[in-house]
């Protein structure tokens, strides 16, 4: 169900682009406003994000240790597992960020019955996960060639990389080869596809998906397969985008004619996309970074930190307070205190005089 | 603490969630799977909010007023304090990973107990009125209200996650669901949705110094009975002292160590390994709970019931904390002790007296853990061991949930056990260390009337022990955690019947050759310990 709404969603914001431009002439909405507006959106909404998380403190240092501790110097410790200094916890979150440390670390539940509980390796996440960003990064960076003039040589060099496996597929329809085939765009949208078969094949992650966890993936299916087909398939006026791209990049928009409703579909898409970073889980690239049990050292024994509002002395249950609750039965036990008893017998004055 | 459990009733454990969502599943509270509610004395005598007699089983559970302004005002005031909770909250993208890595999932098979729909119960909550597209979208957002039904949910669900945060470790952000748990333990706290395994043992811990409220004259009784038991099994009379002003270190370890088998052996291991060695040491009375009960309530109590421990050394005028086998003391002393109470400026950075050695790893806290100063004496061969009186016994050793992920204490245990035992065998890897398995009765849910969900929760460890038991023949678990030692002869008696539990330092001892002891017959549980003669004769019988 919750997958259907969102493919619905997906596709409905296709035809209001389509439409908008084909049949109402929206072109300036679609073309520029909007485009604009979601970029705004996506940076100003980007930054409020960050700045809300980091306004909370780290009243507490919480890492996650993976790994042996540093204690005592004869003893190995695993310094970025179990970082014991800044340094450590830095590669640890590179490891993170551009590895996918732990979901590398991935394991599956075999559960026979008997009951016998088994685990084995389960890389499949971690793959399309790890296939899916970079394509996503390679295409994103790839699209630069659209807003540049001329086009740097390192997006040119990223291109020719990402287009090396040439195929030629000549049809009527289909003539895949010329251009040369980009493999970020058909991994991109390859891998959305396979995250969204296997959100819907596992029973759990079925069970845990809401309409939030498929939207985005069918807006990028919906962006990749737009893209892949203006690439391929569609002729579109390739002059005429890049100099409606342009434009938006150098701030003087230029909206020339002849462009294809399809491209104001994949701009909107791409638009819906940015501008619905900031309000979702996709805050997930930003948030990453700020993690409290992976990017901090482990060092809060040997070196002290402070909770920024926890200021007040505490109030406890003093020693004092606890003698004077059970004096008469530690004397009696014969526990020292630091309070003697008072003498039942009322020669505590004679006492005290003679002192 | 009889149960129905079968091991063919939890061989039958259904992993696929139902067909109805999750928001319309209500949970059931069956015996043996929800805890008691707090008695509300327990509540008064630490001046906490809500104390009133209720019960989860009727349907009104007398829920204070403007209960729902109360919770909300509590997540506000934890997503500006925590930013944690507010990460947490925001950028779980339902991955999944987490799902099958939970003790309690695997033993209950119940969707809720994914961390990532644990998170989801407190999340759906904070998505409707703390988020910009819950407010519009509710219900598709993912968002839902606050109801009573909700709370009734969370005080299942959040007591039924020891924090053991195994979940954090394969998440691809490190959202931790131990933290979820703890605020949202604390939110319950708010209205008085406490257990009484959590609540009683914090008012006990802070008036009398320890979880069972033992008074200082019997807490020391306590102590002369184990003292009369090393007598009479190893020959040796130690007279420790408590509550000495001027001594060297304080010994601070939970109380659990002081009561019920087989944490008092653990108790007698310290005493005899501070009495071999000749350490200048106290033990505290007043500061004699370690396990620190207030982790489970909030972390205004915990700090509250950590104070004692500086406070005592403070008094004593000692030089440094020694600290026994515990694993939420340790996940306290490493993540918090210092931040919360310290700096403990008039203690000195601790330097172990027989051999040197400066912990420099304690440096602020000035607290060392038993298994490191143990493992820095074998290290620079200060102890008289025989291994070979460990010979009947095949080890193997559970990293416990907060030492492990936590702390990150590894190799030290390791180093000590191979060095007293000679029959060590680890369990397989997907269950030790960093990806060690929870207890299953950790974080204060270790009651009897529990005793169902324990089961089940343990079973993934239980199931690696019997791997082991089965490979290799071991017959015991270790572990440096007094919960552990607390629950899991229980939980060993159902599902891997021959294997008992010990300390560490319940091992040290007995391979522990001491000056004047007797020729050793028997182990500290008075069990004979046979000789390599013995067992040729056990075998031709």
Known sequence: MNVIISLLAVIVLGVIAYVGVEGAGLRVLFGVIIPYAAVLTFFVGMVYRVIDWAKSPVPFRIPTTAGQEKSMPWIKPQPIENPSTRGGAIVRMILEVALFRSLFRNMKLDFRQGPKVRYSSEKFLWLFAILFHYSFLVTLLRHLRFFTDPIPAWVVGLESIDSMFKVEVMTPVIEIGLPALLLSGLVLGGMATLLLVRRLWIPQVRYISLPADYFPLWLIIGIAITGILMRYVIRVDVVGIKELTMGLATLSPALPDGVSGWFFVHLFLVSVLFAYFPFSKLTHMAGVFLSPTRNLVNNSRAVRHVNPWMTEPVKYHTYAAYEDDFRELMVEAGLPVDKELEPEDESADDKGEKE | ?541
């Open chain 2, 1 to 541: 603490m009889a149960t129905k459990l079968s091991a063919d009733v939890l061989g039958n454990i259904d992993h696929k969630p139902p067909k109805q969502g999750w928001m319309d599943t209500k949970p059931e509270f069956l015996p043996g799977t929800y805890l008691y509610p707090v008695n509300p004395e327990s509540l008064k005598a630490i001046g906490a909010p809500g104390a009133r007699e209720w019960n989860p089983t009727e349907s009104d559970w007398k829920l204070p007023a403007d209960w729902q302004g109360t919770i909300k005002a509590g997540i506000k005031d934890r997503l500006n304090r925590f930013r944690s909770f507010k990460l947490f909250m925001d950028i779980c993208v339902r991955c999944g990973a987490c799902a099958d890595k939970c003790h309690f999932f695997i033993g209950t098979g119940d969707p809720k107990n994914m961390p990532v729909l644990r998170a989801e119960l407190l999340r759906s909550v904070y998505r409707q009125d703390f988020t910009a597209l819950g407010k519009v979208f509710k219900k598709m957002a993912g968002g839902r209200p606050l109801t009573e039904e909700v709370i009734k949910e969370w005080f299942y669900y959040f007591f039924q996650c020891t924090e053991c945060r195994r979940c954090s470790l394969f998440c691809p952000y490190g959202i931790d669901t131990a933290e979820i748990t703890i605020i949202a333990r604390e939110l319950l706290n708010l209205i008085g949705c406490q257990i009484d395994w959590i609540g009683t043992p914090v008012a006990n811990c802070n008036r009398t110094g320890n979880h069972l409220g033992l008074q200082p004259h019997t807490y020391k009784e306590n102590v002369e009975y184990l003292l009369d038991d090393i007598e009479e099994y190893a020959g040796v009379r130690i007279e420790p002292s408590f509550n000495r002003k001027g001594a060297e270190i304080l010994f601070v370890t939970p109380s659990g160590d002081v009561f019920a088998e087989p944490g008092i052996f653990t108790f007698m291991g310290y005493l005899m390994l501070f009495e071999h060695i000749g350490l200048d040491y106290t033990w505290s009375t007043y500061a004699s709970e370690g396990g620190n009960f207030g982790f489970f309530t909030s972390h205004e109590t915990m700090r509250k019931l950590n104070r004692k421990m500086y406070a005592e050394a403070e008094r004593l005028g000692v030089k440094w904390i020694l600290g026994g086998e515990c694993g939420h003391m340790w996940r306290v002393v490493n993540q918090y002790m210092d931040t919360l109470n310290g700096p403990a400026t008039f203690l000195e950075k601790p330097k172990s007296p027989i051999t040197g050695t400066v912990f420099d790893n304690a440096a602020s806290t000035k607290m060392v853990h038993i298994t490191e100063f143990t493992a820095d004496l074998i290290k620079n061969n200060k102890l008289k061991l025989d291994p070979s009186r460990n010979d009947h016994l095949k080890v193997t050793f559970h990293d416990s949930c907060n030492v492990a992920r936590g702390m990150g204490m590894f190799e030290e245990p390791r180093y000590v056990l191979q060095n007293v035992c000679n029959n060590f065998y680890e369990m397989p890897p997907q269950t030790t260390r960093e990806q060690t398995f929870c207890c299953g009765s950790g974080s204060g849910l270790n009651a009897g009337e529990y005793l169902e969900m324990r089961l089940r929760g343990g079973l993934p460890r239980a199931n690696a022990v019997k791997a082991v038991h089965e490979e290799h023949g071991v017959n015991m678990l270790s572990c440096v955690c007094a919960i552990d030692r607390a629950v899991f002869p229980a939980l060993m008696d159902f599902w891997v019947p021959g294997v008992a539990v010990a300390g560490v330092s319940e091992l040290v001892a007995n391979a522990l050759v001491m000056d004047g002891e007797n020729e050793r017959e028997y182990n500290l549980r008075g069990e004979e310990i046979p000789t390599a003669g013995d067992d040729d004769a056990g075998e031709e019988e």
